[in-house]
């Protein structure tokens, strides 16, 4: 009983046990103050996706400290009930959300475990940063929102469903696992937008490729000398909203590199590792090659060419790129030719980028993919990616490209976390509210728009009904899904505002 005690209150009010709590409450003075404390909370206990039960069970725990209903399913989403304020009891039910995981991605020289290290937040001016690390504001900031709603006394409200899904950043596992009779309100504030003063209205669609290509190893030859080749210095970023800029995919600018080399010189593969979310920009790249002792500086000079080459292509967009490379010990296996003639023709050949833009909204990138993450198994070099569209027909069309191209080569292909688009509702009255208040509280016009990313709202009209009535917002939010992700303090506290400005409308 002490130890259940013990490791209840571990999740719950970590600050108190933590030897290093002197640490914490670095948000404490900030306002609103409820919002970041909770946000600082959530800091603490480690939610990347498939890691999140720790932050499940804190939650489940926070409601039942407020006496409020509490349901924890199988997915391990969190629906906690509020009952409407005074006045407002027999008001429409309205629905916040946002998702408790969070992509986990470090610097290469950043000791931080995912599974068990709390974040090590820091604030510079109006920003709030994770040292070396993501933040988690996406969508930590959502969540806190949410909590400080169910735990004021003084706001008035209508009855509210805090939904707090899971597995949003892999797949959206949580939202396609919801329950329809789990949730009963039909007015839904989503809370997983970045940028403050817009109000989201469609969101593309979205699902995952996966291209498996079976490794035959050999013994390395002693002969041969082993090379290091690095991609380092890329700025990376969110896959659906910074895919318009252009920015350097580490894994297809090896690519590129592999395929020149493999004009001018004979080599084998011994391993390619790049990226580690599908759903962020890859900023690095490792390939390690066997070569003769004879053409190592062949493919140095190739390299270096290539350093060249992308400094210039990217100047703009990402101005620190640079490749490396370097003799390391030689290891114990090989790809055989074939496989690594393969496997750098996927590499070079698996769509990426932008593919289509939408010619009713301007700007608005329609379809594209991200070529996330490339790793070598035991057994196999596996390509992920995210593919991304507002017309179902564009993304399957890319799906389709890039198994034809698995198939030629001969790998295997699969794909999974499929999900619809987030169509526009020309009859919302939500978005009217929202407008109203925002040109109330800004004196401008709020901006209405739809987004690439993928939103969990989709599913949403599929699982609760196409009747739902939904819109999205957020704070300012820069480089999300890498260690420079930070969140504008102030834009916190203006959403906070207008969020509890449009729960006093919802009447």
Same mark, same amino acid.
């Given at each position: 009983m002490i130890k259940k005690t013990y490791n209840t209150i571990l999740y719950i009010l970590p600050q108190i046990i933590r030897k290093d709590a002197t640490e914490m409450?670095?948000?404490?003075?900030?306002?609103?103050?409820?919002?970041?404390?909770?946000?600082?909370?959530?800091?603490?206990?480690?939610?990347?996706?498939?890691?999140?039960?720790?932050?499940s069970d804190y939650l489940v725990n926070f409601g039942k400290e407020l006496g409020l209903e509490a349901i924890q399913d199988e997915a391990l989403n969190v629906i906690i009930k509020k009952p409407g304020t005074k006045g407002y009891e027999n008001s429409p039910t309205v629905i916040i959300q946002g998702h408790?995981?969070?992509?986990?991605?470090?610097?290469?020289?950043?000791?931080?475990?995912?599974?068990?290290?709390? &974040?090590?937040? %820091?604030?510079? +001016?109006?920003?709030?940063?994770?040292? =070396?690390?993501?933040?988690?504001?996406?969508? #930590?900031?959502?969540?806190?929102?949410?909590?400080?709603?169910?735990?004021?006394?003084?706001?008035?409200?209508?009855?509210?469903?805090?939904?707090?899904?899971?597995?949003?950043?892999?797949?959206?596992?949580?939202?396609?696992?919801?329950?329809?009779?789990?949730?009963?309100?039909?007015?839904?504030l989503n809370i997983d937008?970045?940028?403050?003063?817009?109000?989201?209205?469609?969101?593309?669609?979205?699902?995952?490729?996966?291209?498996?290509?079976?490794?035959?190893?050999?013994?390395?030859?002693?002969?041969?000398?082993? &090379?290091?080749? %690095?991609?380092? +210095?890329?700025?990376?970023?969110?896959? =659906?909203?910074?895919?318009?800029?252009?920015? #350097?995919?580490?894994?297809?600018?090896?690519?590129?590199?592999?395929n020149a080399i493999a004009d001018n010189v004979e080599f084998n593969l011994a391993s390619l590792n790049g990226g580690s979310k599908n759903n962020a920009i890859p900023r690095e790249c490792d390939a390690v090659i066997l070569v003769k002792p004879s053409q190592v500086d062949v493919v140095k000079e190739i390299v270096a060419h290539f350093d060249g080459i992308f400094k210039k292509e990217l100047e703009v967009q990402d101005e620190n790129v640079r490749l490396e490379i370097e003799d390391i010990a030689l290891p114990k296996k090989m790809f055989s030719k074939e496989t690594t003639d393969k496997a750098v023709m996927l590499l070079h050949l698996i769509p990426n980028g932008v593919d289509t833009m939408s010619r009713v909204i301007k700007d608005l990138v329609q379809s594209s993919t991200n070529l996330g993450v490339v790793t070598t198994t035991e057994n196999s070099v596996e390509y992920d990616s995210?593919?991304?569209?507002?017309?179902?027909?564009?993304?399957?069309?890319?799906?389709?490209?890039?198994?034809?191209?698995?198939?030629?080569?001969?790998?295997?292909?699969?794909?999974?976390?499929?999900?619809?688009?987030?169509?526009?509702?020309?009859?919302?009255?939500?978005?009217?509210?929202?407008?109203?208040?925002?040109?109330?509280?800004?004196?401008?016009?709020?901006?209405?728009?739809?987004?690439?990313?993928?939103?969990?709202?989709?599913?949403?009209?599929?699982?609760?009904?196409?009747?739902?009535?939904?819109?999205?917002?957020?704070?300012?939010?820069?480089d999300v899904h890498t260690p420079n992700e930070h969140v504008s303090i102030s834009s916190v506290k203006n959403v906070w505002d207008f969020l509890v400005q449009v729960l006093i409308e919802l009447k």
């Open positions: 409450k670095v948000l404490q003075n900030l306002q609103p103050h409820d919002v970041f404390k909770y946000f600082e909370e959530l800091s603490q206990i480690p939610r990347g996706s498939g890691n999140e039960k720790q932050v408790m995981d969070m992509v986990c991605e470090k610097n290469k020289d950043t000791e931080h475990d995912f599974e068990k290290d709390p &974040l090590k937040l %820091r604030i510079e +001016g109006d920003y709030i940063y994770a040292t =070396g690390t993501t933040l988690g504001a996406d969508n #930590g900031i959502a969540v806190a929102y949410g909590m400080a709603v169910l735990a004021s006394k003084d706001l008035a409200h209508p009855p509210i469903e805090l939904l707090v899904t899971s597995d949003e950043e892999a797949g959206m596992g949580g939202a396609m696992a919801l329950k329809k009779e789990h949730i009963s309100g039909k007015i839904l937008s970045e940028e403050e003063g817009f109000l989201q209205v469609s969101c593309a669609g979205g699902v995952r490729t996966n291209v498996a290509l079976d490794i035959e190893w050999e013994d390395a030859n002693d002969t041969l000398k082993a &090379l290091d080749i %690095r991609v380092r +210095g890329l700025k990376g970023g969110h896959s =659906g909203m910074e895919i318009n800029k252009e920015r #350097g995919n580490s894994n297809k600018l090896m690519g590129r590199v592999l995210a593919t991304r569209s507002s017309v179902a027909t564009l993304k399957e069309e890319i799906v389709l490209r890039t198994r034809n191209i698995s198939n030629l080569i001969g790998a295997n292909f699969s794909t999974h976390a499929d999900y619809p688009a987030w169509e526009y509702n020309p009859n919302s009255k939500l978005r009217e509210v929202c407008q109203k208040v925002m040109k109330a509280q800004t004196g401008k016009e709020a901006e209405v728009i739809a987004m690439h990313a993928g939103l969990e709202c989709g599913l949403f009209s599929e699982t609760l009904g196409k009747d739902i009535d939904m819109i999205s917002f957020g704070p300012n939010m820069y």
